[in-house]
């Protein structure tokens, strides 16, 4: 019988020491950020039941989300019509499933210790997501986001703060980006102006689509939702619409100026934008009207970041939701949140190259072994190095010295510290920098306040 060669789920990946090594310094930058602003850690479990997660992503997300079979004989004791009813036989088959984001567990967790919770609420949360999506370049079906959510107030000085964030996370780690901003007050404006405010969800669900397929398709899609051409006519200027800030806003004052929601999501805009200028990060801001966050919970100001210098979706993106815990029983509890997508993240940083070296040394020290009284010489140093919080380790057997320097050559370890039978006779180490083959003879002692160590 034939072994199978083993294997993971497409759309999921394996880390490597390494990789894992360059996730957790990424993840380290974003959560020092997190909380320099005051933000909680918060975790919820991976799987919530299906009635927390379905109806709050829209149709496009139901249909994405990882269902969990129910474990036992879920079919003992239905009855015979039963197994004809699907709508009967859906929960017994399945009644939880895969977290989608993070926000709405968020929300559910939220409304469950509301009691508890000092408000406004600031948390952050880093743990995987799984879609049931296509796999491709940059889209995964496990993936990790980086979350933080402000809940319990309307100010705009918390959106403010999210594109700070933003700033910060990606000036530390070395990504140029674009924040753009867009609002649904404004996108309920235009489908109002263009004689289909009925249709609001229609119409972001296809202009959400833009970047993957292209206005020629997303209008396409919208004449299969019976939107009409004149309509079309009146949406496709705007959403091409190009210029400053400034110019967009007012254009769009002109265009949607008789609603009275649109005209709430600009001010709100212009109001962010004195916040973000006051804040001196107005530079990389872009009013995109093209954007909409597909997902049906956003209310207000939405939020997309671009990578400027490398070729993949958004890297990060959020918005408003001041309605999603009134779902969950609790209402007027609005909030507003951001995600970072760590994966995505993670593939510009190391096309570009931006992880620094020490990202990926996990071991900075290592002593040869030459023997057994070496060893214990080498132990009581790297007892003292260990202390002192330098990363180190002594090669387990005494096998040839080729054998030990290319150990520490293929792990990249850039201090090998040789403790032989001179170095023991006189009490002295010799430490050598494999990064140049320089060497230095000293107290086997003092290794550890060595000042390149």
């Known amino acids: 019988m034939a072994v199978s060669k083993p294997s993971i789920p497409k759309g ?28 909680l850690p918060l975790e919820t479990p991976a799987m919530e039941n299906l009635s927390t997660l379905l109806g709050k992503y829209g149709e496009e997300g139901d249909k994405l989300l990882f269902r969990i079979l129910n474990s036992g004989d879920f079919t003992r004791g239905l009855a015979a019509d039963d197994l004809d009813n699907p709508s009967a036989m859906a929960p ?56 933080v959510d402000i809940v319990g107030s309307r100010s705009l000085l918390n959106e403010a703060e999210l594109v700070q964030i933003v700033r910060q996370v990606f000036s530390q780690l ?77 254009t769009l004052r002109q265009t949607i100026g008789h609603s009275e929601t649109g005209m709430d999501g600009i001010g709100e805009m212009e109001k962010l934008l004195d916040y ?15 954007l909409a966050r597909g997902l049906n919970y956003y209310t207000g100001t939405i939020f997309e ?54 990202a990926t040394v996990s071991t900075k020290v290592l ?11 080498s132990m009581k140093a790297l007892a003292q190095l260990r202390e002192a919080g330098i990363p180190s380790e002594i090669y387990p057997d005494n096998a040839k010295v080729k054998k030990q320097m290319e150990y520490a050559n293929k792990r ?8 032989g039978s001179e170095e023991l006779a006189t009490g002295m180490a010799v430490v050598k920098d494999m990064r140049d083959g320089s060497q230095r003879t000293v107290p086997a002692g003092e290794i550890a306040r060595l000042p390149e160590l």
């Open 276 to 290: 973000c200028a006051a804040l001196g990060i107005d530079g990389n801001v872009e009013v995109d009207l093209s």
């Open 174 to 250: 070395g990504i140029a980006v674009t924040i753009k901003l867009n609002n649904r007050k404004i996108l309920y404006g235009i489908a109002e102006s263009i004689g289909h405010a009925d249709r609001m969800t229609d119409i972001t669900v296809a202009i959400d689509k833009i970047d993957k397929i292209g206005m020629d398709a997303v209008c396409e899609e919208l004449r299969s939702k019976d939107i009409g051409e004149e309509a079309l006519d009146s949406l496709k200027p705007i959403l091409e619409l190009r210029g400053s800030n400034d110019l967009k806003l007012k």
């Open 12 to 39: 999921t990946r394996d880390f490597s020491p390494a990789e894992m090594s360059r996730r957790n310094y990424m993840f380290d930058v974003i959560k020092g950020v997190f909380r320099r602003h005051g933000f």
């Open 92 to 147: 017994k088959i399945s009644d939880k499933g895969l977290r989608y984001d993070l926000t709405v567990p968020f929300a559910r967790y939220v409304v469950q210790h509301r009691n508890d919770i000092v408000f406004p609420f600031r948390r952050y949360q880093i743990q995987p997501v799984w879609r049931a999506d296509r796999p491709q370049r940059g889209r995964y079906r496990e993936f990790y986001q980086c979350d």
């Open 412 to 419: 990249g370890i850039p201090f090998v510290v040789i403790i």
């Open 305 to 358: 970041v671009k990578a400027n210098d490398f070729e993949i979706g958004s890297i990060c993106g959020g918005g408003r939701y001041d309605d999603l815990t009134g779902i969950f029983g609790m209402p007027d509890t609005p909030g507003v949140g951001i995600s970072f997508g760590a994966d995505r993240i993670y593939d510009v940083m190391n096309g570009l190259g931006l992880f620094p070296d020490e």
């Open 367 to 377: 002593f040869l072994n030459f023997g057994p009284q070496e060893e214990l010489a």
